[in-house]
């Protein structure tokens, strides 16, 4: 009975190995962490006043994409681009919206374009583009972070007659 006792306690203090859990790092933690972000994706997309009361994410990024097109169309529809270069009918912008809520506004031009003087097109943009309301960065898991996206804003619509 003595040698089945001391083999049943033998066996209770083996057995409480399989009951220790192994605890991760706050290396490993980290890592796993950072692999599981997205980095392409921000939770929350670049807003105005006006879109803070939609509630869908889908409606608010397409409310501000909408917004910033028509107000930088508004700005350059002043004849000056359009006397210059008549010939442009769309230009591309890419909008970099930072953190602190500033934004940087650069035309994209192609790699081959000769057509354009590309200076004077990025000059009148930086020229016009001011002014706009208050524009709330992007959002990634509670941080303000930067954000860019390219927009075409078409410089001649067509009337119709």
Do not use: H
Not at 76 to 81: C, P
Not at 117 to 125: F, G, N, Q, V, Y
Not at 127 to 147: C, E, H, M, Q, S
Request: overall charge neutral; glycine content about 0%; charged content about 25%.
């Amino acid at each position: 009975m003595k040698q089945f006792s001391l083999f049943f306690l033998f066996l209770i203090f083996q057995s409480c190995q399989y009951f220790e859990k192994q605890v991760p790092s706050e290396k490993e933690l980290l890592d796993q962490q950072i692999k599981e972000i997205n980095w392409k994706e921000v939770d929350q997309y670049p807003s105005i006043s006006d879109c803070e009361q939609l509630t869908n994410n889908e409606q608010r990024k397409n409310c501000f994409f909408e917004f910033m097109a028509n107000a930088i169309q508004q700005k350059l529809s002043v004849d000056t681009l359009k006397i210059l270069f008549p010939k442009l009918d769309t230009i591309e912008v890419k909008v970099t919206v930072n953190s602190d809520s500033s934004m940087l506004f650069e035309p994209q031009f192609p790699k081959d374009s000769v057509a354009y003087d590309t200076i004077k097109i990025d000059s009148i943009l930086k020229l016009k583009l001011v002014d706009f309301p208050k524009v709330n960065p992007a959002i990634k898991r509670g941080i303000p972070v930067k954000t860019q996206f390219i927009l075409p804003v078409i410089i001649k619509s067509e009337t119709k007659k």
